[in-house]
C-alpha cells in the first residue's frame, strides 16, 4: 500500500512540475482583465483533476461556479441578461446596494472561488489560490470598491450555493449501489480495477433547462445477441477488428480525448493510478480558448462557460439516465467472452454502462452552444493536453472536434458504433434545445 501511495505521489507531483514548464510565469492580474476568470476556473479544473471527481459531477461544480461568476459579473453590463427564471428553480441573485462602488470581475472572481471552494474537496488549495488572486488585484483599486466586490461575490456564491443545496445531490449519495446483475447483455465490471459503477442515480438530479432526464430518450441500443451473424455480433466485431489495425493517427486521437479522471495502471503486483482532466473539463478549456481567441471579455467570457457547463450538465443527466436504463455490456466484456480472450482496449473501459457514449453526447451538445456563441466556421487549436504529454490538435469548428472525440471512444475499444452515433444525435438534440434559450 504504501508502494501505491508513494507511486501516486510521484505522478501528481511530475504533472505539477509539467504544467508549471508548460504555462510559465504568469502576468500579474488585474481587475476587468478575461485572464483572471480564466485562471480562477483552470484553478478549479486543476483541483477537480487532484481530488478525481467522476465526470458527471465534476459537470455540476463547473455549471454552479460558473454561474455564480456570471450572475456576479452581468450587474456591470445590463446587456447581459440574469438566468434567473431560465434555469430551474433560480431565483434572482441579490442586487448590488445602491450608492456603492463596485468592481463586477472582482466580484465575479469571487464568487467564482467561494462556490469552487465550496464543492471541492481540497479546499484549502482553492482558498490559497483565492487569497493570491485577491493580494494582486487590490493593489489595483480602491480599498472601498475591492472590499464592496468581494463582499458582493461571497453574497452571489451564498445565493447559488443555496440553489444548488436542492438538486438532490446529497439525496443521491445515500441511495443504493448498482447491483450489476447476472444477464448476460448487462454491463459488468472491467479489469484492471473492476471498479463499482459511476454514479448509477445522477438522472434523479434536477435538470437546468431540459425538462427531464428523459425528455430527449436516445435510440434503443442494438439488441443482444451472441449469435454470430447478428447485428450486436456485427458491432462487437466491428470494434475488436478495428483495435487491432489502429493507425498511429487513430491512437493519438483516441489518447487525445481519453480524459479518464482515475486511470489504474498494473505493473506486475504493483498497481498505481493517473488522473486526467474530465471529458466536460475538457470542453471547458476549448471554451477558454474560444474565449482568447474571441478576444471576449470578463462577461462574454463568463456567459460561454455557463451556458457550456450547463448544457453539459444536463447531458450527463440525460445520457446517465439511459446508460442506467439499458445497462449496456461493454465491448472489452462481450469480446473476451464471445470472439477473443486476448483482446484488449486500446483504452481503460470506464466502470458504468456502453450506452449511449458520454463523450458523443456531451461533446455535441457543447458544439452546439459554443458554436451559437462563437459562429460555425471557428478554427481554434486544443492543447489541453499538452500537459499530459500529448500534442495539441488543430480543428477548423467545434463540430470538427465533438465529432473526433466521439469516434476516439471507438478508436479506443470502449464503445460500439451505434453509441457514437445515437449519442451525437442526443447531444446535438439536448444542445439545440438549450441553445434556443440562449439570451
Same mark, same amino acid.
Given at each position: 500500500?504504501?508502494?501505491?501511495?508513494?507511486?501516486?505521489?510521484?505522478?501528481?507531483?511530475?504533472?505539477?512540475?509539467?504544467?508549471?514548464?508548460?504555462?510559465?510565469?504568469?502576468?500579474?492580474?488585474?481587475?476587468?482583465?478575461?485572464?483572471?476568470?480564466?485562471?480562477?476556473?483552470?484553478?478549479?479544473?486543476?483541483?477537480?483533476?487532484? *481530488?478525481?471527481?467522476?465526470?458527471?459531477?465534476?459537470?455540476?461544480?463547473? =455549471?454552479? /461556479?460558473?454561474? #455564480?461568476?456570471?450572475?456576479?459579473?452581468?450587474?456591470?453590463?445590463?446587456?447581459?441578461?440574469?438566468?434567473?427564471?431560465?434555469?430551474?428553480? /433560480?431565483?434572482?441573485?441579490?442586487?448590488?446596494?445602491?450608492?456603492?462602488?463596485? *468592481?463586477?470581475?472582482?466580484?465575479?472572481?469571487?464568487?467564482?472561488?467561494?462556490?469552487?471552494?465550496?464543492?471541492?474537496?481540497?479546499?484549502?488549495?482553492?482558498?490559497?489560490?483565492?487569497?493570491?488572486?485577491? =493580494?494582486?488585484?487590490?493593489?489595483?483599486?480602491?480599498?472601498?470598491?475591492?472590499?464592496?466586490?468581494?463582499?458582493?461575490?461571497?453574497?452571489?456564491? @451564498?445565493?447559488?450555493?443555496?440553489?444548488?443545496?436542492?438538486?438532490?445531490?446529497?439525496?443521491?449519495?445515500?441511495?443504493?449501489?448498482?447491483?450489476?446483475?447476472?444477464?448476460?447483455?448487462?454491463?459488468?465490471?472491467?479489469?484492471?480495477?473492476?471498479?463499482?459503477?459511476?454514479?448509477?442515480?445522477?438522472?434523479?438530479?434536477?435538470?437546468?433547462?431540459? *425538462?427531464?432526464?428523459?425528455?430527449?430518450?436516445?435510440?434503443?441500443?442494438?439488441?443482444?445477441?451472441?449469435?454470430?451473424?447478428?447485428?450486436?455480433?456485427?458491432?462487437?466485431?466491428?470494434?475488436?477488428?478495428? @483495435?487491432?489495425?489502429?493507425?498511429?493517427?487513430?491512437?493519438?486521437?483516441?489518447?487525445?480525448?481519453?480524459?479518464?479522471?482515475?486511470?489504474?495502471?498494473?505493473? @506486475?503486483?504493483?498497481?498505481?493510478?493517473?488522473?486526467?482532466?474530465?471529458?466536460?473539463?475538457?470542453?471547458?478549456?476549448?471554451?477558454?480558448?474560444?474565449?482568447?481567441?474571441?478576444?471576449?471579455?470578463?462577461?462574454?467570457? /463568463?456567459?460561454?462557460?455557463?451556458?457550456?457547463?450547463?448544457?453539459?450538465? *444536463?447531458?450527463?443527466?440525460?445520457?446517465?439516465?439511459?446508460?442506467?436504463?439499458?445497462?449496456?455490456?461493454?465491448?472489452?466484456?462481450?469480446?473476451?467472452?464471445?470472439?477473443?480472450?486476448?483482446?484488449?482496449?486500446?483504452?481503460?473501459?470506464?466502470?458504468?454502462?456502453?450506452?449511449?457514449?458520454?463523450?458523443?453526447?456531451?461533446?455535441?451538445?457543447?458544439?452546439?452552444?459554443?458554436?451559437?456563441?462563437?459562429?460555425?466556421?471557428?478554427?481554434?487549436?486544443?492543447?489541453?493536453?499538452?500537459?499530459? @504529454?500529448?500534442?495539441?490538435?488543430?480543428?477548423?469548428?467545434?463540430?470538427? #472536434?465533438?465529432?473526433?472525440?466521439?469516434?476516439?471512444?471507438?478508436?479506443?475499444?470502449?464503445?460500439?458504433?451505434?453509441?457514437?452515433?445515437?449519442? /451525437?444525435?442526443?447531444?446535438?438534440?439536448?444542445?439545440?434545445?438549450?441553445?434556443?434559450?440562449?439570451?
Amino acid at each position: 500500500m504504501m508502494t501505491v501511495m508513494k507511486k501516486n505521489l510521484i505522478t501528481v507531483g511530475f504533472c505539477l512540475i509539467l504544467c508549471s514548464a508548460i504555462h510559465g510565469q504568469q502576468p500579474a492580474l488585474r481587475a476587468g482583465d478575461p485572464q483572471m476568470i480564466h485562471q480562477c476556473i483552470k484553478e478549479v479544473t486543476d483541483i477537480i483533476v487532484r *481530488d478525481i471527481f467522476s465526470p458527471p459531477v465534476a459537470s455540476r461544480i463547473y =455549471a454552479y /461556479l460558473t454561474i #455564480a461568476g456570471y450572475e456576479a459579473a452581468r450587474q456591470g453590463d445590463p446587456e447581459y441578461p440574469s438566468l434567473a427564471g431560465k434555469l430551474h428553480g /433560480l431565483q434572482a441573485v441579490p442586487a448590488p446596494e445602491a450608492g456603492k462602488k463596485y *468592481d463586477f470581475s472582482v466580484a465575479a472572481a469571487e464568487a467564482i472561488l467561494a462556490v469552487g471552494r465550496a464543492m471541492v474537496i481540497s479546499e484549502a488549495s482553492v482558498e490559497g489560490f483565492r487569497a493570491s488572486v485577491m =493580494a494582486q488585484i487590490r493593489t489595483g483599486l480602491p480599498e472601498d470598491v475591492y472590499s464592496n466586490s468581494v463582499d458582493y461575490g461571497k453574497a452571489v456564491a @451564498g445565493h447559488i450555493l443555496a440553489w444548488a443545496a436542492k438538486d438532490r445531490y446529497k439525496e443521491t449519495r445515500a441511495l443504493a449501489k448498482y447491483d450489476p446483475g447476472y444477464e448476460d447483455w448487462q454491463w459488468k465490471p472491467t479489469p484492471p480495477a473492476y471498479m463499482k459503477a459511476v454514479e448509477p442515480h445522477w438522472s434523479e438530479m434536477r435538470t437546468f433547462v431540459i *425538462d427531464s432526464a428523459r425528455q430527449f430518450i436516445p435510440h434503443p441500443p442494438t439488441p443482444f445477441s451472441h449469435e454470430k451473424g447478428s447485428p450486436f455480433y456485427a458491432d462487437a466485431m466491428e470494434v475488436y477488428e478495428a @483495435g487491432l489495425k489502429l493507425t498511429e493517427e487513430q491512437r493519438l486521437i483516441a489518447n487525445f480525448w481519453d480524459c479518464n479522471p482515475f486511470k489504474m495502471n498494473v505493473n @506486475g503486483h504493483l498497481m498505481f493510478a493517473t488522473k486526467k482532466i474530465s471529458p466536460g473539463g475538457h470542453w471547458i478549456n476549448i471554451t477558454e480558448v474560444a474565449c482568447e481567441t474571441a478576444k471576449a471579455g470578463v462577461v462574454k467570457s /463568463l456567459q460561454a462557460y455557463a451556458w457550456t457547463s450547463v448544457v453539459m450538465a *444536463d447531458a450527463f443527466i440525460s445520457c446517465w439516465d439511459e446508460k442506467y436504463r439499458s445497462k449496456a455490456i461493454r465491448p472489452e466484456t462481450y469480446i473476451n467472452q464471445y470472439i477473443s480472450q486476448d483482446w484488449m482496449p486500446l483504452l481503460q473501459t470506464p466502470p458504468f454502462p456502453e450506452y449511449t457514449s458520454g463523450h458523443s453526447v456531451v461533446s455535441a451538445c457543447a458544439a452546439v452552444v459554443l458554436t451559437r456563441l462563437f459562429g460555425d466556421k471557428f478554427a481554434f487549436t486544443d492543447s489541453t493536453e499538452v500537459e499530459f @504529454g500529448l500534442p495539441p490538435r488543430h480543428f477548423t469548428s467545434f463540430r470538427q #472536434a465533438a465529432e473526433e472525440a466521439a469516434v476516439s471512444r471507438f478508436y479506443g475499444g470502449i464503445h460500439f458504433k451505434p453509441a457514437i452515433q445515437y449519442g /451525437l444525435e442526443e447531444g446535438d438534440r439536448i444542445g439545440e434545445f438549450v441553445a434556443r434559450r440562449i439570451p
